[in-house]
């Protein structure tokens, strides 16, 4: 396992999740272009589950995994909100011009596969997304990640 995430189901965690996820792909010798579209489905997904699954409920908890195979990155986002009504769960027309309403979208174009559902005891609901590990050129297994592009989260309120 890469990562295990556990934070709360607000906005405001969004960064340093992304930070987290980040740092955790920096291992896979993938180039920053890729690891910008996964972080990018990732923190869809989240945000999904923040404004839909716990509509806006803070208190909730969100549970990131980042694991891999030989060949694909694994990627878990699981909830304890109600269930989700799983047919109801589709990406926006893109013809519809208005903000808002892509995740879903930028998920099954990002990622190579997905899955998403209730969890068996029906405690809350699951997404598993899949994506191809693609060796970058531009990766130098002994130098860090490029710094170029590094996101400053605010600082925690107390």
């Known amino acids: 396992m890469l990562l295990e995430l556990r934070f ?3 906005p405001a965690q969004l960064c340093d999740m992304r930070r987290s996820a ?3 792909m920096a291992t896979l010798g993938c180039g920053a272009q890729w690891v910008a579209e996964v972080v990018l489905a990732i923190n869809e997904a989240c945000t999904n589950v923040i404004q839909h699954a716990y509509a806006g409920d803070v208190t909730g908890e969100i549970v990131l995994q980042i694991g891999r195979t030989d060949s694909e990155l694994e990627v878990r986002v699981l909830d304890f909100a109600p269930p989700v009504v799983v047919p109801n769960i589709r990406a926006r027309r893109l013809a519809e ?3 808002g ?3 879903t ?3 099954k174009t990002v990622m190579d596969r997905w899955e998403y559902g209730n969890l068996p005891d029906g405690t809350g609901n699951f997404l598993h997304m899949r994506k191809r590990i ?3 050129r531009e990766w130098v297994a002994s130098a860090p990640p490029p710094a170029r592009g590094v996101e400053k989260c605010p600082p ?3």
Request: hydrophobic content about 45%; overall charge positive.
């Open 8 to 10: 709360a189901a607000d």
């Open 22 to 24: 980040r740092t955790a």
């Open 97 to 99: 011009v208005r903000p």
């Open 101 to 103: 309403g892509l995740g």
């Open 105 to 107: 979208h930028f998920i």
């Open 134 to 136: 693609v060796a970058s």
């Open 156 to 158: 925690r309120s107390s």
